[in-house]
Every structure is written in C-alpha cells, then in structure tokens.
C-alpha cells in the first residue's frame, strides 16, 4: 500500500496556490518542488511563496537545488511544513544538512537522481525517513517512468526494509500498483492528476490503485 502524494512544480504564483488549494481538498500530504534553475534547467517558486500561503495539509519540500543549506533554516520555520528533501548530488555536505533539518524538528528526506547508484548514498540510509528515487530529468513533470526503477526499489528494500521509499515522476495509473508492490511507500504525481478532466476522480482512482492487495 503506498499513499498518492499530489506534487507541484510551478513558477506561477497563482497556478501555485490553485494547485495547493485543490490537493488540500483530498490529500494529506503534499508535495512542493523548490529548483534553483542549477540544479536543474527549470525554476519554480521559492520559499517566498511557500511561506506567504499557510496549508492546512502537510506539506514535504523537494529541494532541487546545489545549496539546500540556502533554503533549509526558513522552510524549518513553517509549521505546516513536516518534511524537507535535499539532493545527494548537492554542492553541499549531505551530514551537516542533514542534521541541520533533524536539529528543527523536521522529517528528513535524501533524494537520487535515476543515474545515481543507489549503493552510493547507503551511508545515509541509518540517518533519514525518507529514500526518493526520481526516475526522470529533476525539474521536469509529464515525463515516463524510468525502467529501472522497480530494480531500485529491490536494492534499497533489501539494503535498508525499513527506509520508506519515495517515487517521483512518471507516476500514473498504469504504474502505481506495480510501484506499491515493489516497495513504495509514497507515490508522487503531478500530470495524471492536474491535466485529467477531473482532478478529485483521478486522484480517487491513483488511491485506491496504489492500495490494492497484491
């Protein structure tokens, strides 16, 4: 069983809040994706934004940006805010980062882009709640679930059981079944949701997919 989390990837200040308003309305927790156009070639809006509307939902930050440290201290002020994801691939020192969120209180979140090994970050597996695995391009949302992302479920479950996993991109409902089976805990969509001819059926039908019995 894997629970839908709505993602949002904008640098529109109003699409912004229409999004978050909707998925407050059926989910409880909440995706934000925060790129610093360095990271990846894509902007969004910034902790500015994030800060000026207050949710009454969960919100976890995907930071995809070269210094999470830039952004961590503010994000941790927020009490809606509940978890923050940085990059591995970051500029920065993962250890200090990592303690820097724990230090607020705040659930802490390591992503991998899909051509980093996941061996590589199994150091950090002891010190975070969260895994993500992107399967696609950072930044970038409508894009095809990466092939191999089943077989980086299998090695992170069977390095670390007890890490909840994260998926991000490609998610759809021809996938999330499959995705919960092989490990996931938490399925991030943005398309299969946003761009369907009604946001609430669609999310409703990703749900009770991703929750199905095997």
Do not use: W
């Not at 802490?108 to 199994?122: F, K, Q, R, W, Y």
């Amino acid at each position: 069983m894997a629970v839908i989390v709505p993602g949002i990837l904008t640098n529109d200040e109003e699409d912004y809040i229409k999004r978050l308003r909707l998925a407050e309305h059926i989910a409880s927790l909440i995706q934000i994706d925060v790129v610093d156009g360095k990271f990846a070639k894509s902007n969004t809006v910034g902790v500015d934004v994030i800060s000026k509307y207050s949710s009454s939902k969960s919100l976890e930050i995907q930071l995809m940006v070269i210094t999470p440290s830039d952004y961590i201290a503010q994000l941790a002020r927020l009490p809606y805010v509940s978890r923050i994801i940085f990059p591995y691939e970051c500029e920065e020192d993962i250890g200090e980062n990592i303690y820097s969120v724990k230090k607020h209180k705040k659930q802490i979140g390591l992503s991998l882009n899909p051509d980093t090994p996941v061996e590589l970050a199994s150091n950090f597996f002891d010190d975070i709640d969260l895994l993500l695995l992107m399967t696609g391009r950072p930044g970038f949302s409508g894009q095809k679930l990466g092939e191999d992302t089943y077989e980086r479920l299998h090695q992170v479950k069977f390095l670390s059981p007890g890490l909840a996993l994260e998926v991000d991109i490609g998610v759809n409902e021809g996938n999330v079944a499959k995705l919960a089976r092989a490990g996931a805990d938490f399925l991030v969509t943005s398309s299969a949701i946003y761009d369907a001819t009604d946001f609430y059926v669609a999310y409703e039908k990703l749900a009770k997919l991703a929750s199905a019995k095997a």
